[in-house]
Nanobody, 124 residues
Framework: QVQLVEFGGGSVQAGGSLRLSCEVY????????MGWFRQAPGKEREGVAV???????TYTDSVKGRFTLSQDNRKNTLYLRMNTLRPEDTAMYYC??????????????????WGQGTQVTISS
C-alpha cells in the first residue's frame, strides 16, 4: 500500500515563494510517475508538474519558469518549489503517484495514489 503525505502549504503574498513536500510511504514500482496537481473551488483538478523514474519532468504551461519539481530518492520525498506566486495559483495541491507509463502525464485520471492535499493561498 502506498501512502502520500504532503507538507508545506500556506498563505503568501503574490510574488512570494513556497515549497511543497510529498513524503512517499510504500513501494510504487521500479518505474513510476509522480507529481503535483491542484484544484481550485469550482474547477477541475489540473496537472501542475510530474516527474518519472528517469527524472524527466513535465510542467503545465502556466507554471513553466516559476515552479521546479525535484525528488530526493534517499528520503522518498518529492518537492515542488514555487516561485513568483500569483493569486491564480491559489488551490488545494495534491501529490499523486502512478506505476504505469505510457499514459498522458498530466491527466489526473491515470494516477493510482493520492495524498490528502495541502492548501496554497496567494493574496494580491
Amino acid at each position: 500500500q502506498v501512502q502520500l503525505v504532503e507538507f508545506g502549504g500556506g498563505s503568501v503574498q503574490a510574488g512570494g515563494s513556497l515549497r511543497l513536500s510529498c513524503e512517499v510511504y510504500g513501494y510504487i514500482g521500479s518505474t513510476y510517475l509522480m507529481g503535483w496537481f491542484r484544484q481550485a473551488p469550482g474547477k477541475e483538478r489540473e496537472g501542475v508538474a510530474v516527474i518519472d523514474s528517469d527524472g524527466d519532468t513535465t510542467y503545465t504551461d502556466s507554471v513553466k519558469g516559476r515552479f521546479t519539481l525535484s525528488q530526493d530518492n534517499r528520503k522518498n520525498t518529492l518537492y515542488l518549489r514555487m516561485n513568483t506566486l500569483r493569486p491564480e495559483d491559489t488551490a488545494m495541491y495534491y501529490c499523486a503517484a502512478d506505476y504505469r507509463l505510457g499514459l498522458p502525464r498530466l491527466w489526473a485520471g491515470r494516477f493510482s495514489y493520492w495524498g490528502q492535499g495541502t492548501q496554497v493561498t496567494i493574496s494580491s
